[in-house]
């Protein structure tokens, strides 16, 4: 079994930056992608970003220029980095992530972090 917890979130001001951590425990598992996602109230979950195990990242067009995710390998965690945070930005923020184990395919999320800003 995989467990992720995400961390980091909090109350920020318009304009300024967080940190959101996802950490990634278990056995016997290959951690492959590492995915956040958002969901803001009364709206669907969004893709934010994602970065593979070889390291290739992906970020949705709303937030490029301003987050900017990685990922630890020898620790199983990844990171999203948030700067020039706006008002829109405020959500839930959840980690998924992808894993091989043995001869399974894993897809764990966790319970989300809160981040708002304020105007």
């Known amino acids: 079994q995989v467990q992720v917890v995400e961390s980091g979130g909090g109350l920020v001001q318009a304009g300024g930056s967080l940190r959101l951590s996802c950490a990634v425990s278990?056995?016997?598992?290959?951690?492959?992608?590492i995915n956040w996602f958002r969901q803001a109230p009364g709206k669907q979950r969004e893709f934010v970003a994602g970065i593979s195990s070889e390291g290739g990242t992906h970020t949705d067009n709303t937030v490029k220029g301003r987050f900017t995710i990685s990922r630890e390998r020898g620790e199983n965690t990844g990171y999203l980095e948030m700067k020039s945070l706006k008002r829109e930005d405020t959500a839930v923020y959840y980690c998924?992530?992808?894993?091989?184990?043995?001869?399974?395919?894993?897809?764990?999320w966790g319970p989300g972090t809160q981040v708002t800003v304020a105007s």
């Open positions: 278990g056995s016997t598992f290959s951690l492959k992608a």
């Open positions: 998924n992530v992808k894993t091989t184990e043995g001869t399974s395919r894993g897809d764990y």
